[in-house]
């Protein structure tokens, strides 16, 4: 994985693909609550560097990659998943081919 960038980032990108995963009630969600009392719990202070923020951090980067390509999946798979027959034009026009013209006006 590359590098993580800034906790507040990251924990702004994991709320925001619970709002998409969830819809407009997101914030009643558990998932919600357990993710900011996670943050909140190993915030770093002045007075102590510990291990388990970064590990957090690194555990909620893994999880905002999961949500994200789930979405994307889905978005994918709705996209390109087969809706039984179809036509050579539809075919053609979903791989980025045009299909060439019949001369005299033919198709």
């Not at 507040?8 to 407009?24: K, P, S």
């Not at 900011?36 to 102590?48: G, I, Q, Y």
């Not at 994918?76 to 060439?100: C, D, M, N, Q």
Request: charged content about 25%; overall charge positive; proline content about 5%.
């Amino acid at each position: 994985m590359a590098a993580l960038g800034a906790p507040a980032r990251t924990l702004r990108a994991l709320l925001r693909e619970l709002r998409h995963a969830a819809g407009r009630s997101y914030r009643d969600s558990p998932a919600y609550r357990h993710v900011l009392a996670a943050f909140r719990a190993h915030r770093v202070t002045s007075e102590k560097l510990c291990r388990a923020q970064q590990e957090l951090h690194f555990q909620a980067a893994t999880y905002l990659c999961l949500l994200r390509s789930v979405r994307e999946h889905e978005a994918l798979h709705r996209e390109y998943h087969g809706r039984g027959e179809r036509s050579p034009k539809e075919v053609a026009g979903l791989v980025g081919f045009r299909l060439p013209q019949q001369p005299g006006g033919k198709g």
